[in-house]
């Protein structure tokens, strides 16, 4: 609309920007009880609203450290909802969760072991194997150095038990 020789958006359209409500519903998680239904609610539609990198289709350095910033953010709420999951013995949908987090972020040990404990908890071994074998091909292929002492323990389990 044309107001006064300039153009306004429409004060009568209901429009959301996906991430201002991230951050808000990030915000609001952060004030509430750690292992609360509410936070988790919060954390959940949080996740949902993250769509992928923050305007991937340009290049500035703003727009650079905004999206770093938002990734980061949404890597820090899947683990965080990940963990709230697996504690209360929802092993499945923490896995699906830290999925998500290795899907975009593949260098962090201690969610490789997160993923192997909890598909030795559903008492699928083949699954813990596999994450196993993920981490080598990824990890130590790319960074040339041996599974640190906690992973190498962990497939000790897997394979005996």
Same mark, same amino acid.
């Given at each position: 609309?044309?107001?006064?020789?300039?153009?306004?958006?429409?004060?009568?359209?209901?429009?959301?920007?996906?991430?201002?409500?991230?951050?808000? &519903?990030? =915000?609001?998680?952060? /004030?509430?009880?750690?292992?609360? %239904? @509410?936070? +988790?609610?919060?954390?959940?539609?949080?996740?949902?609203?993250?769509?992928?990198?923050?305007?991937?289709?340009?290049?500035?350095?703003?727009?650079?450290?905004?999206?770093?910033?938002?990734?980061?953010?949404?890597?820090?709420?899947?683990?965080? &909802?990940? =963990?709230?999951?697996? /504690?209360?013995?929802?092993?499945? %949908? @923490?896995? +699906?969760?830290?999925?998500?987090?290795?899907?975009?972020?593949?260098?962090?040990?201690?969610?490789?072991?997160?993923?192997?404990?909890?598909?030795?908890?559903?008492?699928?071994?083949?699954?813990?194997?596999?994450?196993?074998?993920?981490?080598?091909?990824?990890?130590?292929?790319?960074?040339?150095?041996?599974?640190?002492?906690?992973?190498?323990?962990?497939?000790?389990?897997?394979?005996?038990?």
């Amino acid at each position: 609309m044309l107001e006064q020789g300039q153009y306004k958006i429409n004060p009568d359209l209901n429009i959301c920007f996906d991430v201002v409500e991230f951050e808000s &519903l990030l =915000n609001r998680a952060e /004030d509430l009880p750690r292992g609360s %239904k @509410a936070r +988790a609610a919060n954390l959940e539609q949080a996740v949902e609203l993250y769509r992928g990198p923050f305007m991937e289709e340009f290049y500035g350095e703003w727009t650079e450290m905004r999206r770093r910033e938002l990734e980061n953010k949404y890597l820090k709420t899947l683990s965080l &909802l990940a =963990n709230l999951n697996g /504690d209360r013995g929802k092993h499945d %949908k @923490a896995i +699906a969760l830290l999925e998500k987090l290795i899907a975009i972020d593949p260098y962090h040990d201690e969610v490789y072991c997160q993923l192997m404990e909890w598909h030795l908890a559903t008492g699928d071994k083949v699954s813990a194997l596999r994450i196993y074998k993920r981490y080598l091909d990824t990890v130590t292929s790319e960074l040339e150095f041996d599974p640190p002492a906690q992973i190498r323990e962990l497939r000790k389990r897997i394979l005996t038990g």
